[in-house]
């Protein structure tokens, strides 16, 4: 079945640094694809996501690109905060009549000052 | 997106008893899913539930153990019955709006003492 991998953490960066967190998918159809941020405490919230091949999705700073050649939707940032510090997940949904989310298990990220 | 409230934000509750939580929407969504996510974990899909039908569930959950309301499109309930300290868990309510996109609410805490 479809599925997600995330590169495991913790990732521990110190402010103004370069961020990429890897996401690599399986899944036979056209998934559409997310990353989900999930700070300290919080519930989950939809950071950006991409509906097709090619597309880039973008927010706060965080870009991701639906690559299907590499079946890759790496998360970076150019330069993070402290506030940055979360969970982070990445996901797909297979569509159709099938609306279910398949997850990635989420990757902690830590910013020092 | 979407406005979504849960009740109890929290709770802590003696084993063998039931816990129903609330989630509240603020407007009219087809699409209800219900999530567990245990301390430092992914999500785990529970059930989806689709008003004016029964709950669908994923393998490894029940209806006795978790049974599911949903009376109109903005409103469902989750009751975590005849509880045990491993059901001790962040329970999460999402909605799907446009494009397969699912939006999550605040998410209940519940600690079984």
């Known amino acids: 079945g479809d599925s997600v991998t995330q590169m495991e953490g913790p990732v521990t960066l110190s402010e103004e640094a370069f961020l990429t967190i890897n996401c690599t998918y399986t899944?036979?159809?056209?998934?559409?694809l997310f990353w989900y941020v999930q700070y300290p405490g919080e519930g989950l919230q939809l950071l950006l996501k991409a509906t097709k091949a090619d597309d880039k999705g973008s927010n706060k700073g965080f870009e991701a690109t639906y690559r299907k050649e590499t079946t890759s939707f790496h998360l970076e940032k150019g330069s993070v905060q402290v506030s940055d510090s979360a969970v982070y997940f990445c996901a797909l949904s297979e569509g159709g009549n099938n609306r279910k989310l398949i997850w990635g298990l989420g990757t902690s990220l830590a910013v020092n000052p | 997106s979407a406005v979504i409230s849960q009740k109890p934000s929290r709770d802590i509750c003696q084993r063998g008893t039931s816990l129903t939580i609330q989630c509240q929407v603020d407007s009219q969504v087809t699409m209800m899913f219900w999530y567990r996510q245990q301390p430092g974990q992914s999500l785990t899909l529970i059930a989806t539930a689709n008003q004016g039908s029964e709950a669908t569930y994923e393998s490894g959950f029940v209806i006795d153990k978790f049974p599911i309301s949903r009376p109109n499109l903005t409103f469902s309930t989750l009751t975590v019955s005849n509880m045990s300290p491993e059901d001790s868990s962040i329970y999460l309510c999402s909605v799907e709006r446009l494009e397969e996109t699912q939006y999550f609410g605040p998410g209940t805490r519940l600690l079984v003492l």
């Open positions: 899944a036979t159809g056209y998934p559409s």
